[in-house]
């Protein structure tokens, strides 16, 4: 699969339709970075008028499996992907536009090269932030990918 922020946003669009349907748009992504935006609107909105947590945590997620796939689909090897463990921190309201980056890919490289090298499962801890449109961090999150290599 060619990695470009369009293609991305079309598989979106069949594959995680939610996070399509409350905005959730990858604007840029490269080898050891990947950025994804999100407008506060009605549709992913709480009752206390802000963003709600879980189209965040897509968002946020998303930055984070676009530099699994990506670095999966560049060892050319077949290995299977799976978040273990997720841990997030809201900081500030989220309203207004939300820029979502995560800038582990080299942690992501490394782990699926260990995981080609000895053949047994691997785990990466990578972060996502998400910075409102002044540049304050609204949320954190952590993901621990489990990174496989397949018979």
């Known amino acids: 699969m060619n990695f ?8 979106l669009l069949f594959k995680l339709p939610a996070a399509f349907f409350t905005g959730v748009r990858v604007t840029s992504i490269t080898e ?13 909105q709480n009752p206390f008028k802000s963003m ?3 189209v965040q945590g ?3 997620e998303l930055t984070t499996g676009i530099l699994v796939m990506k670095s999966i689909s560049n060892s050319g090897k077949r290995i299977s992907m ?10 500030k309201k989220a309203v207004g536009k939300i820029r ?4 582990d890919g080299q942690l992501i490289s490394e782990a699926i090269e260990r995981a080609i090298e000895t053949g047994e499962g ?9 910075i409102n449109e002044e540049g304050i961090s609204v949320s954190k999150f952590e993901y621990e990918w489990s990174l ?3 018979s």
């Not at 273990?84 to 900081?91: C, K, R």
């Not at 979502?100 to 800038?103: D, G, M, R, T």
Request: hydrophobic share 45%; with cysteine.
């Open 32 to 44: 050891m970075n990947s950025v994804v935006h999100v407008r506060y609107k009605w549709a992913n």
């Open 122 to 130: 691997q785990t990466v801890v990578v972060r996502s932030e998400g």
């Open 58 to 60: 897509m968002a946020s």
């Open 100 to 103: 979502f980056e995560c800038n």
């Open 52 to 54: 709600f947590w879980a």
């Open 4 to 11: 470009t922020p369009r293609k991305i946003n079309t598989f």
């Open 148 to 150: 496989k290599l397949k």
């Open 82 to 91: 799976l978040v273990t463990n997720m841990n997030a921190v809201f900081l």
